[in-house]
């Protein structure tokens, strides 16, 4: 069974403020996604990565795949409110790219 | 519509019911998921069709009973739930190419279901 493991699983910041989620395996990904989602909401992808090593950045959110393609990483500069939800990471692998999730790590942003 | 849209968002139904979950998907994509999301636990996967195909069932209990009528449309029929089946209950879809599939999902809102 293939675990994917978030922490921390609770956050809660200033407005502002920096901060760093992470995403462990002992598994190998093909690929692995993050996800947002807000509440009352389904899960919204915000990006796939897929070689190890890689860095995605996408506005104030900056992804990184490990090296060895198990471990995944979430930075978020000067984070604002609109920022809170529940961020899932997602692994892909097998023939039919099966994906894994975490329990996710759950953000608030007070302003 | 655009995306993937699922009904009814609120469902409260007694054990003994029968009742089914709703999801249409306007991406055109050809394969369709139903995970289930309770408290504390990663979303679960419940099951995949893939060109109206059932390519997984990861061991559910047969009082869920999904249906695939087109690359569209996905069903899940509920009959004689169990409390602890309350959950929110997700459906997506995603594009396969060739065979593979990307396994970018495209969620719907979810239905929250609640057995009393």
């Known amino acids: 069974t293939q675990l994917l493991e978030q922490s921390p699983q609770f956050l809660s910041i200033q407005e502002g403020e920096n901060l760093t989620v992470y995403c462990n395996s002992s598994?190998?990904?093909?690929?692995l996604q993050w996800y947002r989602q807000e509440p009352g909401e389904g899960p919204v992808l915000l990006v796939t990565v897929v070689t190890g090593g890689e860095v995605k950045k996408l506005k104030r959110l900056t992804f990184q795949f490990g090296d060895a393609r198990k471990d995944s990483s979430l930075h978020i500069t000067a984070a604002q409110p609109g920022d809170t939800g529940l961020y899932l990471c997602?692994?892909?692998?097998?023939?039919?790219?099966?994906?894994?999730f975490g329990i996710g790590t759950k953000l608030q942003v007070i302003p | 519509e655009t995306g993937v849209t699922q009904t009814p968002r609120h469902l409260v139904m007694g054990m003994t019911n029968k009742k089914s979950l709703k999801c249409e998907q306007h991406l055109g994509h050809n394969a369709m998921y139903w995970y289930k999301q309770s408290a504390k636990k990663p979303l679960e996967l419940m099951f995949v069709?893939?060109?109206?195909?059932?390519?997984e069932n990861n061991s559910v209990p047969s009082r869920f009973s999904p249906e695939c009528p087109n690359s569209s449309h996905l069903f899940l029929h509920l009959h004689t739930l169990q409390p602890e089946d309350s959950a929110l209950y997700l459906c997506?879809?995603?594009?396969?190419?060739?065979?593979?599939?990307?396994?970018?999902?495209?969620f719907g809102e979810g239905s929250r279901l609640t057995v009393l």
């Open positions: 598994s190998v990904f093909s690929s």
């Open positions: 997602a692994g892909v692998s097998g023939g039919y790219q099966k994906v894994t």
């Open positions: 997506a879809s995603s594009q396969a190419y060739r065979g593979i599939n990307t396994g970018e999902l495209f």
């Open positions: 069709y893939s060109l109206e195909e059932r390519v």
